[in-house]
C-alpha cells in the first residue's frame, strides 16, 4: 500500500511539475540569437520542446535578441537550416513563434523597447494565469552583467516568475568568477539564476543518482576499501580547428575540467542526499555536491601533467600551427589531475581527472576501478583476475557496462575479462532520448535547478583549479609535447600508474549496435 501511494504521489508531483508553465504565457528571449551557439544548441532545444508538447499550445512567443539588423523572415530562414527537416509542418509552426529583435546588449533603453514589444506580443496570446519570460544569455561574458542589470530595470514580466539561463565561462578564475556572482545576486535572486552546464543534461550524468543510490549491490562497494581508483576524462581527436585565438584564452583545464568535469566529479562523489524528487530536492542535491568540494585540497602543479599536441606524419597541424594562436603560446591542450577528498569514503582514492584535445579518439566516460581480487593469482592456478571496472561512457554510444572475470567457454577453464552491457542504442533503441539542451531548457521552465550550477558549488570549484592556475602560469613551464592522434603525452601514463591504476591491455570494449 505505501509503494502504491509513493508512485501516485510521484505521478501527482510529475504532472504539476510538466504542465503549470504550460497552461501560462510564455515569452523567450534568446540574447545573442545570430551566434553558433543559438543556432547550433538553444533553438533545436526549443524546437525539440514545441514539437514534443513542452511549449504552451498558443501563448508562446520566441525573440531572437541581437544587435545585428535583421527581418525576421530572414532570421527565420537562418534557423530553419539547423532545425530537423523529417516535419516541415512541425518546423513551419515553430517558426511562426519566432521573431526578431534588434538591440544593444546591456542597453536600458534597449530593453525598455524590448520590454514594449513583448507586452504587444502578450497581449494578443495572453493567458489570465500569468505571463513568465526566460531570458537566454547565449553572448559573451562581458555582456553578462550589464545585460541582466537592464533586464532587471526595463524588462521584467510583472505578471509571472522572470529567470535567466548564463552560459560558461563563468568568470576567468576564483575573483572574476565571485566578482560575477555577487553583482548577477545583487540584481537576480539565486533561484532565478540558472547556469547552465551542458554535461548535468547528458543522459548519462543524469543517471548517476539513480544508478548509485537505486541500486543494493553498488552503493556498498563505493569506497575506499574496495575502489581503487575513480577517472573521469574527456577526449577529443580533433585539435582547435582555427578557433585556437579563443581557446588560448582559456586553456584545458578553464575550459573543461573546471567546470563540465567537476561537475561529474562531484554526482560520482557525494552522499546520498535526503532525496532526489519532489518538492525541494534541488538544493538537496547541490547541498550534497557542494560538501564533495569542501572536503577537497587544492590541486598543486606536482599533480599535474600539461601538455599541448604538435603535428604529426599525416598532415594534421600542431596547435602552435593554427594561425590564430599566438606565437609561442604555453596554453596546456591536454591535462591530467590527481585530485583527493578528505573524506571517510574516499579518503585515500585517487580521482584522476584527464582532458584533452587531439587524441585518439573521441570519448567522454566515468571509469571506476575496483582492488585486486585477493588470492586470485593462488585459487586460480597461476592465472591473473583482472580489476573489475564500471564503466559510465558519456559519449559518443552512451553505455554502462561492468568488466567482470569469467570463464572463456570450452573445455579448459581459462578466465577471460568480459562485461555485462547496457548499450542505451541498443536497450532503449525506441525511447525519446533528448538533447542536454532540451533537458535543460525544460527544467529551467519547470523551475528545476538541480542540473544547474549554483553560487556556492561555483566558488568551490574554483577554490581547488585557481592556485593551480596560477602556479601553472608563474612557471611558465612549457607543456610537454605529444603527438596528434596519441593517447597523450607519455607522463600522463606514468603517472596513472604510480597512483595505482593498471589497464588490461588484452581487453577490447565493442560497441553493441
Known amino acids: 500500500m505505501a509503494s502504491e501511494e509513493s508512485d501516485e504521489e510521484y505521478e501527482a508531483y510529475k504532472l504539476q511539475k510538466n504542465t503549470a508553465y504550460n497552461e501560462q504565457t510564455l515569452s523567450v528571449v534568446v540574447l545573442g540569437a545570430s551566434g553558433d551557439l543559438a543556432k547550433k544548441k538553444t533553438y533545436p532545444a526549443l524546437y525539440d520542446l514545441f514539437s514534443h508538447g513542452y ?10 535578441y541581437a544587435r545585428s539588423a535583421s527581418t525576421d523572415a530572414a532570421f527565420r530562414d537562418k534557423i530553419k537550416a539547423f532545425l530537423p527537416a523529417d516535419d516541415p509542418d512541425m518546423v513551419t509552426r515553430f517558426l511562426s513563434i519566432c521573431c526578431y529583435f534588434q538591440g544593444q546588449y546591456g542597453s536600458e533603453e534597449s530593453f525598455s ?4 514589444f513583448l507586452l504587444e506580443k502578450e497581449s494578443v496570446v495572453c493567458s489570465a494565469n500569468g505571463v513568465n519570460r526566460l531570458f537566454y544569455f547565449a553572448i559573451p561574458p562581458n555582456v553578462f552583467i550589464p545585460s541582466a542589470r537592464a533586464i532587471d530595470a526595463a524588462c521584467r514580466s510583472t505578471g509571472g516568475w522572470n529567470r535567466i539561463v548564463v552560459e560558461k565561462p563563468f568568470g576567468h578564475d576564483l575573483e572574476s568568477a565571485l566578482q560575477m556572482s555577487s553583482e548577477l545576486t545583487s540584481l537576480w535572486d539565486e533561484d532565478d539564476i540558472y547556469r547552465i552546464d551542458h554535461y548535468l543534461g547528458k543522459e548519462i550524468v543524469q543517471n548517476l543518482i539513480v544508478f548509485r543510490f537505486g541500486n543494493m549491490f553498488l552503493e556498498p562497494l563505493m569506497n575506499n576499501r574496495y575502489v581503487q581508483s575513480i577517472k573521469i576524462t574527456f577526449k577529443e581527436n580533433f585539435g582547435t580547428q582555427g578557433r585556437g585565438g579563443y581557446f588560448d584564452n582559456y586553456g584545458i583545464i578553464r575550459d573543461i575540467m573546471q567546470n563540465h568535469l567537476m561537475q561529474v566529479l562531484t554526482l560520482v562523489a557525494m552522499e546520498a542526499p535526503v532525496k532526489v524528487a519532489g518538492d525541494g530536492y534541488a538544493n538537496l542535491v547541490r547541498d550534497a555536491k557542494v560538501n564533495v568540494l569542501k572536503s577537497m585540497s587544492v590541486i598543486s602543479a606536482d599533480d599535474v601533467v600539461v601538455g ?3 603535428a604529426n606524419d599525416k598532415g594534421d597541424e600542431g596547435y602552435l600551427d593554427d594561425p590564430t594562436v ?8 591536454f591535462a591530467q589531475a590527481h585530485l583527493k577528498i578528505h573524506t571517510p569514503r574516499w579518503d585515500g582514492v585517487p580521482f584522476i581527472m584527464k582532458a584533452g584535445k587531439a587524441l585518439d579518439e573521441r570519448k567522454a566516460e566515468i571509469r571506476i576501478q575496483f582492488k585486486e581480487v585477493p588470492g586470485s593469482h593462488f585459487m586460480f592456478a597461476g592465472q591473473h583476475a583482472h580489476r573489475n571496472e564500471l564503466v559510465m561512457r558519456l559519449q ?3 553505455s554502462v557496462y561492468f568488466k567482470v572475470n569469467v570463464k572463456e567457454p570450452g573445455l579448459f577453464s ?3 575479462q568480459s562485461e555485462l552491457d547496457l548499450s542505451y542504442n ?10 542536454a539542451y532540451t533537458r535543460l531548457l525544460l527544467d529551467t521552465l519547470r523551475g528545476s535547478q538541480a542540473t544547474f550550477v549554483r553560487s556556492d558549488e561555483l566558488e568551490g570549484s574554483w577554490r581547488i583549479f585557481d592556485p593551480l592556475l596560477k602556479e601553472l602560469e608563474a612557471r611558465g613551464d612549457t607543456p610537454e609535447p605529444y603527438v596528434y592522434g596519441s593517447r597523450g603525452p607519455a607522463s600522463a601514463d606514468i603517472m596513472a600508474e604510480e597512483l595505482g591504476v593498471k589497464r588490461n591491455e588484452e581487453y577490447e570494449y565493442k560497441v553493441s549496435k
Open 396 to 398: 559518443p554510444d552512451q
Open 326 to 333: 599566438p606565437r609561442g603560446s604555453k596554453t596546456p591542450t
Open 55 to 64: 511549449l504552451p499550445k498558443t501563448c508562446v512567443n520566441i525573440v531572437g
Open 426 to 435: 541498443q536497450r532503449y533503441k525506441e525511447v525519446y532520448a533528448p538533447d
Open 414 to 416: 581459462k578466465m577471460v
Open 113 to 116: 523597447q524590448l520590454n514594449t
Open 308 to 310: 599541448q599536441y604538435v
